[in-house]
């Protein structure tokens, strides 16, 4: 009885040692990503990168990394990371590296909106106004000026994308566009 315990015990010692080896000598990881667009069809514009580096290859129907063994995560966790820029989406996935050396994972691309719009609230003459409230047109978020005139507030927006801001205090009023995430913003308040 104690023998076959000893055994057992040994056996998965042996297996997982071997497991190990296998994993480490069996060659690379070929990961397979597909991007796909607002549209439900496939991006093919899209720039794709991983967590752990590598240089994607454009495949038929996608992308593929290559990834040896050796730079595989202790925990397995391989995020996969897609976007396109110039129409402000963004995505990304999570796999988990272990005996499949050939997964598949789909990244479905959305809107990016989680850039942040700053800036300073100013009169005709160019001097900062306290306790404006600023928004961006067509959300419910608002901001207050601080004494100095600066103000920050939600974009709703991917960081580049023009947004138009309103400003009130009073009888002044304003409105600007601007890029989301860029640089301050400035917003003149005036007399109607």
Do not use: C
């Amino acid at each position: 009885m104690v023998s076959s315990l000893v055994f057992v015990i040994g056996l998965v010692a042996v297996t997982t040692l071997l497991s190990s080896t296998f994993l480490q000598s069996r060659g690379v990881y070929r990961v397979r990503v597909v991007v796909l667009g607002l549209d439900g069809l496939p991006a093919q514009n899209a720039h794709v990168s991983s967590s752990i580096g590598g240089e994607p290859k454009k495949v038929e129907g996608g992308w593929e990394f290559d990834i040896p063994p050796q730079t595989r995560p202790a925990d397995g966790k391989l995020t996969l990371f897609a976007s396109v820029n110039d129409a402000f989406l963004t995505g990304n996935s999570m796999i988990v590296l272990s005996q499949d050396y050939y997964p598949t994972t789909t990244i479905q691309l959305s809107s990016d909106a989680s850039a942040t719009i700053r800036g300073t609230v100013l009169d005709e003459r160019r001097r900062p106004v306290s306790d404006a409230t600023v928004s961006v047109s067509g959300y419910p978020d608002l901001a207050q000026s601080d004494s100095m005139g600066n103000f920050v507030l939600p974009a709703h927006a991917a960081v580049g994308q023009m947004v138009q801001l309103q400003g009130r205090k009073s009888q002044l009023i304003g409105n600007t566009s601007a890029p989301a995430g860029d640089g301050p913003a400035v917003l003149i308040l005036k007399h109607p």
